[in-house]
C-alpha cells in the first residue's frame, strides 16, 4: 500500500483523536457544570412521587451525598434503607396490626385505625408507593422492614440502569452539537485534510512522529491529553489560513475565498469529521495504533532525497 496514503490516514486519524479529546473534557465541564446527571435523577424521582421526592431525599444520609441536597447518584441499597427508615412508624403500625389479627387479638380495630393514620401522615404519592411496595410483601413475613427496603432497593437500581440510558443520550446530543461548533470555528475538513496531507510530506512525518508517540502510552485521557502540546495543535492542518497546496492546485478550499462549490465541499468535510469525532477518543486511538501497526508492518520507507 502507498506509503503516502497510510501517512495521511495517520495524520486524519490524529486529528481526530485530538477533537475527540476535547469533545470529551468539554462534554465533562458542562455536564459538571449543568450538574446533569443530578438534574436526571431528581427530575426521575419527582415524576416518580409525583413532586414529593423531597420526602425521601430529605433524609439526612442521602443530603450529605451532594452540597445542594440532589446527587448525582445514589447506592440503591442507600435509598432502600432510606426508604424503609422514612416509612418506619407506618410499618411498625402494619407490623403490629399483622401479629394482633393473627391471634385474633382485641385491639385490631384499634390498631387498622392507628395504621391509617400513620398512613396518613405521609404525603399522598409517598401513601402510593408505601402501600404499593407493601402489597408485595407476604403477610408471613417476618420483618416487614427488611423486605420493603430490599424492594425499594431493587426498585431504585431499576431505575438507576434506565437513567444511564437517558444520560448516555443526552451526552451525546451535547457531543453532537460541540462537535459541530469545534468543526466548524476550526474548520476541521476532513476532504481539506487529507488535501494538505498528501501534498505536504514533511507534515506528514511530523504527524506520524507524534502518532508514534502517543501510541507509545496506555491510552488512558490523561496520558493523552498530555501529549497534545501547542506544537502538536499548532502542526494540525486545520484552521482557516488559505493554504498555498490547495490555493495552487484549484481544489475548492472555502479558506481561500467563498465560492458556492467551496461551500460544498466544506459542507461534506465538516459532515464527516463532526461524525468522525463523536466516535470518541478510545475508538480512534485503537484506530491509530492498528494503522500504525499496517505502516510498521509494510516495506521500509524511502529515504528522503537529499537537499
Not at 459541530?180 to 511530523?206: C, K
Request: aromatic share 6%; hydrophobic share 50%; with cysteine.
Amino acid at each position: 500500500m502507498d506509503s503516502a496514503l497510510i501517512e495521511a490516514a495517520i495524520g486524519l486519524v490524529l486529528v481526530y483523536l485530538v477533537f475527540s479529546l476535547s469533545v470529551t473534557s468539554l462534554n465533562e465541564a458542562i455536564a459538571s457544570l449543568l450538574q446533569l446527571r443530578g438534574r436526571v435523577l431528581y427530575r426521575r424521582l419527582q415524576e416518580i412521587f409525583a413532586g414529593e421526592a423531597e420526602f425521601i431525599l430529605n433524609d439526612p444520609l442521602l443530603r450529605s451525598l451532594s452540597a445542594n441536597g440532589r446527587p448525582s447518584y445514589i447506592p440503591p441499597a442507600l435509598f432502600g434503607e432510606t426508604v424503609a427508615v422514612r416509612l418506619r412508624d407506618y410499618l411498625d403500625r402494619i407490623r403490629e396490626l399483622r401479629k394482633a389479627v393473627a391471634t385474633e387479638a382485641e385491639q385490631v380495630q384499634a390498631l387498622k385505625e392507628a395504621a391509617a393514620q400513620s398512613l396518613a401522615d405521609l404525603p399522598a404519592p409517598i401513601q402510593d408507593y408505601a402501600e404499593s411496595l407493601l402489597e408485595r410483601v407476604s403477610e408471613t413475613a417476618s420483618d416487614i422492614g427488611s423486605e420493603i427496603e430490599r424492594l425499594a432497593t431493587r426498585h431504585f437500581d431499576e431505575i438507576a440502569s434506565r437513567l444511564s440510558g437517558v444520560y448516555a443520550r443526552r451526552i451525546k446530543l451535547f457531543s453532537a452539537v460541540i462537535s459541530a461548533v469545534l468543526v466548524v470555528g476550526a474548520n476541521v475538513d476532513s476532504l481539506r485534510i487529507v488535501n494538505l496531507l498528501l501534498a505536504d510530506a514533511s507534515l506528514r512525518r511530523l504527524l506520524v512522529e507524534r502518532a508514534d508517540s502517543l501510541g507509545e502510552t496506555s491510552g488512558t485521557p490523561d496520558e493523552l491529553a498530555a501529549g497534545l502540546d501547542d506544537a502538536l495543535l499548532s502542526s494540525l492542518p486545520i484552521g482557516w489560513d488559505c493554504a498555498p497546496a490547495i490555493a495552487f492546485s484549484g481544489i475548492p478550499d472555502l479558506a481561500c475565498g467563498f465560492r458556492a462549490d467551496a461551500l460544498a465541499v466544506s459542507l461534506l468535510g465538516w459532515g464527516i469529521s463532526a461524525l468522525a469525532i463523536m466516535l470518541g477518543a478510545p475508538f480512534w486511538f485503537g484506530t491509530l495504533q492498528r494503522i500504525s501497526n499496517i505502516r510498521g508492518s509494510g516495506g521500509k520507507p524511502d529515504a528522503p532525497p537529499s537537499s
